[in-house]
Each structure stands twice: as structure tokens, then as C-alpha cells.
């Protein structure tokens, strides 16, 4: 049998999501926080997934957790949707909205997945480059939507690699204009502090992204999706009965009770992003860019490849996107502890004046 042959084109195109497992002391490429939850709230959980009964299903459709981000977020019951991640809400929206010829637009650089579910759920991917400012470029994609209506659009807010948030009144001049769903992506929020949910109001196809990933809970996979009830009430049926596991329910509602602890190390995380940048912008030949994120996008003058390579013989892990065009020297860097970022400097300054 050729399994190739049973294959979708759309999947035998693409390349497997690559997630670098070399072994390494500083980790360093992933956007996580590097903050453990404090002791005292370690027993408290670990007290609390003690109590989850494992013999059972958890409750399908995360009811009681709907309600209580809700809650949080000032809006109905019915326009919250929890997944597996975001990734799962964002493979949950291109397969709802997926049709013959249906197109998702998406800027590039940005969110891989955002390309890797559009493409496996059968949707068309118009990918337009960002402008030279890594901002977007606005008329690029108003003539891209007139000739070729995307059913979804997606805008990471702040975008990742890059790390800026797009400028507030050409995402609007999308939402106003876009014929499909636009999906602004704000899984860097705690970092930001930015956020669309004023404008759910305003904008039928507004949909937001939200994720405990970033702030301390990756491990968890736990995703958040508001938008308009209409919308939300099509893609429940899409959505896996189970989806969301006891344990990550459990540390859902652990994050809505201990919230201000994990808020805390947020702004700790963005002290060090602050200090992180200020010792890259000292560097002879590195160049930081301003960021919204838990990270730091930035090129060297030097051989992007062979930065990397040196900094994993030392030990730490980054994210190397070096390429052709504007992403040619390109690297990110997650900010880490205040002595993992210390290290992280000392060992790169020694391999560019090396």
C-alpha cells in the first residue's frame, strides 16, 4: 500500500511542527515563564490534583470553568470556549470555517500554527509579509481581501517572532473591512497588557485568543477563545466532548484563585525583560527590537547560525530564525531569570568577540 497516496496534498506539502529537544542548561527558545509557582502555592495544587478523581471523566465542556472566565472577562457565558491550548482553538476555528476554496490570511512573519491548521483543515493560506517595520502592511492586505475574501484572518497581538504589537487602527481598518473572522491573538497579554475585549461589542467578527501557557501554566495547555455567542455556539460542535482534561481543569481554576500570584511574576518576568534589553542593546552588533512579548527579537551581524550553534555548545538554548530577506540574522530569546539572562549575555558577548 502507498500511504502517500491516501494522503491529502495540503499534509505531504508541509513540514511536522519541529520542537528542538537537544539537551540544554539554560532553556531559552520557548516563550515559557521560567518562574516556578512559589512553594507555598505548590502544595496547595498539588493538594488540590490530589483531589481530582482519575476514574472519572472530567465535565464536558468545562461549564463551571466557562463560567468563571466569563466572569473575568466581563462577557456572556456563551461567547467563551476553552481548548487544549490555543493551538486546539485555532485547529477548532479552520476547521468550523474550512470549505472548497476558503482562504485564511495570515501576516508573515507570525504563529506557525496558525499556517500548519489552516493548511491541514483544507483551507488556501495568503500569507502577506509584514512591512519593514515589522508592523503590517495595511494596503498589502486590503487588496489581498478585495480580491480574495479570507474566511479567517489571524493577527497575533504581540506577534511572535517579532515581538511588536501591530499598530491598533489598521487591525481595526481589517476588522471593519474583512468579509471572515478576524482573530486577534493576544496569547502574550500578561506581558502586554493590551487587549481587543473593549471592542467585542463593536465588531461581529471579532474573535480573541487567550492562553495560561505564557504566564505559568504551559504544561497545563490551557486556551481561551471570546467572541460573538453565534459564532461560539458553531464551534462547540466542532469542538472534542473531553477536551479539556480534569487535572487542567483543576489548574484553571486554581490560576482564577491565585491569580495575583501569577500576575506578580509577570511583572517580575517584565522587570527582567527591561534589564535583558538594556545589556543586548550594550552588545556591539546585536540588535534588540522592541518587544510587548516575554521575549526578545533581535539580529547580530554576525554568522546567526554560528551564534547558535555556540551558544548550544555552552549550554543554552535560543530560537535561530535566521533567512533570506529582512529575517536574515534574526534570532529570539525568552526572558529567562535574572541569572539565566545573565549567563545568557555573558556567554554571547564572549562568542562575538570571540
Known amino acids: 500500500m502507498d500511504i502517500r497516496a491516501l494522503i491529502r496534498e495540503e499534509v505531504l506539502a508541509q513540514e511536522a511542527y519541529s520542537v528542538e529537544t537537544a539537551p540544554c542548561r539554560i532553556k531559552l527558545d520557548a516563550n515559557e515563564n521560567p518562574l516556578a509557582i512559589p512553594a507555598e502555592l505548590r502544595k496547595k495544587f498539588a493538594t488540590l490534583l490530589a483531589s481530582v478523581p482519575l476514574n472519572r471523566y472530567p465535565e464536558a465542556g468545562s461549564v463551571a470553568l466557562t463560567a468563571r472566565f466569563a466572569a473575568a472577562f466581563g462577557v456572556g457565558e456563551d461567547q467563551v470556549l476553552l481548548g487544549n491550548g490555543s493551538d486546539e482553538l485555532i485547529q477548532i476555528l479552520c476547521a468550523a470555517l474550512a470549505r472548497p476554496g476558503a482562504e485564511v490570511m495570515i501576516p508573515v512573519p507570525t504563529f506557525v500554527m496558525y499556517r500548519i491548521s489552516a493548511q491541514n483543515a483544507g483551507c488556501r493560506v495568503e500569507a502577506v509579509p509584514l512591512d519593514g517595520a515589522f508592523d503590517l502592511d495595511l494596503e498589502a492586505m486590503r487588496e489581498r481581501m478585495a480580491a480574495h475574501p479570507p474566511v479567517l484572518t489571524f493577527l497575533a497581538w504581540p ?10 487602527e489598521k487591525i481595526e481598518t481589517i476588522l471593519n ?7 486577534v491573538d493576544e496569547a502574550y497579554f500578561h506581558f502586554s497588557g493590551k487587549t481587543f475585549l473593549p471592542l467585542l461589542g463593536r465588531y461581529e467578527n471579532l474573535v480573541i485568543l487567550r492562553t495560561l501557557s505564557k504566564v505559568g501554566l504551559a504544561a497545563m495547555r490551557i486556551g481561551l477563545l471570546i467572541g460573538p455567542p453565534g ?3 458553531e464551534l462547540r460542535k466542532v469542538r472534542l466532548p473531553y477536551n479539556i482534561n480534569a487535572l487542567s481543569q483543576a489548574a484553571a481554576g486554581f490560576y482564577l484563585d491565585e491569580e495575583e500570584a501569577f500576575l506578580k511574576q509577570a511583572r517580575k518576568i517584565r522587570r527582567h525583560r527591561g534589564e535583558l534589553f538594556a545589556a543586548m542593546e550594550a552588545l556591539t552588533g546585536i540588535h534588540p527590537r522592541p518587544t510587548d512579548a516575554n521575549f526578545i527579537f533581535f539580529s547580530c551581524d554576525f ?10 555548545e555552552r549550554g543554552i538554548l535560543i530560537k535561530n530564525l535566521s533567512a533570506p530577506g529582512t529575517m536574515k ?9 535574572s541569572e539565566e539572562n545573565r549567563q545568557f549575555i555573558e556567554v554571547l558577548r564572549d562568542i562575538i568577540s570571540g
Open 303 to 312: 554568522d546567526a547560525d554560528r551564534v547558535y550553534k555556540s551558544l548550544m
Open 231 to 233: 459564532l461560539v455556539h
Open 177 to 183: 473591512e474583512a468579509p471572515g473572522i478576524v482573530v
Open 159 to 168: 506577534n511572535n517572532p517579532t515581538g511588536n504589537c501591530f499598530t491598533p
Open 329 to 337: 540574522g534574526a534570532m529570539r530569546v525568552t526572558v529567562g531569570t
